[in-house]
């Protein structure tokens, strides 16, 4: 079976710092891996996934990922932190046998501070 | 263009009675989710059409737990005698079948809070 797991439900950065997400996986085959948005009220929104190709992911509104797979991570990062990136961030995992079941981790929360 | 909608976007019900929600998929998806997501928790499966088969209801927590989508467009969850640990939002994805893809990018709607009393 595949999960995720989120290092840190609560993480703040002052604007224009790095941000970091945590996300590592869990899985007996070769992943895909998500990073989605959610800002409130609204459905979550893909900002990158990895299926194989590039290790490195670039993806909208300047965040990118790297999968790592000696250590089973996928971390999201941002050189510059702005306002608008508060939101909810969750990390999924899928293979390619079962590719439409998505397993989600349990969200990182991103606060922003001026 | 528009994306998935769901309605109502907010439901409150009595424990015991009987919901339905509904999911408006992007025109010409073929591919529809319902996921299940509890307060600050990541979403989780609950079931998935290809068209109008239900090819997986793995994660449909119980048989009080009901999801169609007749003509492969619209669906419809529907929960029976709705408890109180049933409260969570309830969020609808659909995705484009790309056989050569592997994989399908899921477009989510806003989802429905459920909030049994």
């Known amino acids: 079976a595949q999960s995720v797991t989120q290092l840190g439900s609560h993480v703040s950065v002052s604007e224009g710092a790095l941000v970091l997400l945590r996300c590592n996986y869990s899985s007996s085959v070769p992943p895909y891996l998500f990073w989605y948005v959610q800002y409130p009220n609204q459905g979550l929104q893909l900002l990158l996934k990895y299926t194989s190709a590039a290790t490195l992911v670039k993806g909208i509104n300047g965040f990118e990922a790297e999968f790592k797979k000696s250590e089973t991570s996928f971390h999201l990062t941002k050189p510059s932190a702005h306002m608008s990136d508060a939101a909810e961030y969750f990390c999924?995992?899928?293979?390619?046998?079962?590719?439409?079941?998505?397993?989600f981790g349990s969200g990182t929360k991103l606060n922003v501070k001026p | 263009g528009a994306g998935v909608s769901q309605s109502p976007r907010y439901k409150v019900a009595k424990r015991g009675q009987d919901v339905a929600l509904r999911c408006d998929p992007i025109s010409g998806h073929v591919s529809l989710f319902w996921y299940q997501q509890a307060l600050g928790q990541g979403p989780e499966f609950l079931t998935y059409f290809q068209n109008e088969a239900q090819l997986d209801k793995s994660g449909l927590p119980s048989d009080r737990f009901f999801a169609e989508r007749p003509e492969g467009s619209v669906s419809t969850l529907k929960i029976q005698r709705t408890q109180q640990e049933d409260s969570a939002v309830y969020l609808c994805?659909?995705?484009?079948?790309?056989?050569?893809?592997?994989?399908?990018?899921?477009?989510f709607g806003p989802g429905t809070r459920l909030t049994v009393l």
């Open positions: 994805a659909s995705s484009p079948f790309d056989r050569d893809l592997g994989y399908n990018e899921q477009f």
């Open positions: 999924a995992v899928s293979v390619w046998w079962n590719f439409n079941k998505f397993y």
